[in-house]
């Protein structure tokens, strides 16, 4: 119906519909006649009234979702990973996306002293994403009822059912005792891991091993499609590492970062690589190395 009406030649349109359901579209010379259904058919929306709701600036929830949907499952092996945790608790709204293989958390202190943890689909979230604003004067307000999450923002109502489950412990993944501590440019980093994306094949699980010492990174990368040396200049304190990243985990984390600099944490070739702003904790991401062959 949509394309249909976009596509119309005038700027009035009729619709004339009988009693059992079947339409007439006109406009100018062009004339449609499609089949209707009933309305009873239609999914019940789940009105509620939720004593429990959150406000927050619009652009602050959009953020928290740009900055965390990309590490969101889209697979089927764990359904409870293809949505975002919500968790709200003492005033700390932590939203939180994982696939298994990587992690992103985004932290917002809030003014409120109401308690939600419930997993919203990560495909709603991309709807309400659309509307939102990157307004810090407009609002938006969601609340929960257990099953169903609705958002209120610019005259729109988004419901959506949750996802049931429960979310993998975090906070477990991000305990780690580091004995390599890097500082590097977002611009500079991110550049010269896109160098790599062309040689890329997507047939196999491609990654680049990545050599911290010495005030720099130094890159190499191998794929059936050829190879690839570079370097870039860090600030480095601890032991000297090598370790096997897949470039696209860590350029979505670094895109997703919104910082001119971050802060790379890592302990050994096997252990997380954690990723967060120079001051501050407003985000944090988790990206598992990858076996170096």
């Known amino acids: 119906i949509i394309d249909m009406v976009r596509n119309l030649p005038d700027e009035t349109v009729i619709f004339d519909i009988d009693e059992t359901l079947n339409i007439k579209i006109t406009s100018g010379s062009t004339k449609y006649a499609i089949k209707g259904l009933d ?8 009105f509620f009234e939720p004593d429990k709701k ?38 700390v709204f932590n939203m939180v996306a994982s696939d298994s293989f990587r992690l992103a958390i985004r932290k917002e202190n809030i003014n ?4 939600y943890k419930f997993v919203v689909p990560a495909k709603s979230l991309s709807a309400v994403a659309h509307i939102l604003q990157d307004d810090n004067e407009k609002e938006v307000e969601f ?3 257990g ?12 419901f959506t059912r949750l996802l049931e489950g429960e979310f993998i412990a975090y906070n477990n993944f991000i305990s780690i005792d580091p004995t390599t501590e890097v500082i590097v440019s977002t611009e500079d980093f991110s550049k010269v891991l896109a160098r790599t994306t062309f040689l890329i094949s997507e047939k196999i699980k491609n990654y680049v091993k990545c050599n911290f010492e010495n005030s720099q990174i130094d890159l190499d990368f191998k794929s059936v499609n050829g190879t690839f040396n570079d370097t870039v200049s860090a600030d480095i304190t601890g032991d000297s590492i090598l370790i096997g990243i897949s470039p696209k ?5 670094l895109k997703a970062s919104d910082s001119d600099k971050v802060l790379i944490k890592l302990s050994s070739a096997v252990k997380p690589i954690i ?7 407003s985000f944090t991401y988790l990206i598992m190395p990858m076996n170096i062959k």
């Open 54 to 91: 959150i406000t927050l600036t619009q652009n602050i929830l959009k953020s928290m979702i740009e900055q965390t949907i990309f590490a969101a499952a889209t697979s089927d092996q764990k359904p409870i990973l293809k949505g975002e945790l919500f968790e709200i608790k003492d005033g």
């Open 147 to 158: 099953k169903h999450a609705v958002f209120n923002l610019n005259g729109y109502s988004i």
């Open 112 to 115: 409120t002293d109401v308690e």
């Open 143 to 145: 609340s929960s009822n």
């Open 249 to 253: 985990f860590m350029l979505d984390a």
């Open 39 to 46: 309305s009873e058919e239609f999914s019940r929306i789940p």
């Open 275 to 281: 990723i967060y702003p120079i001051q501050g904790d």
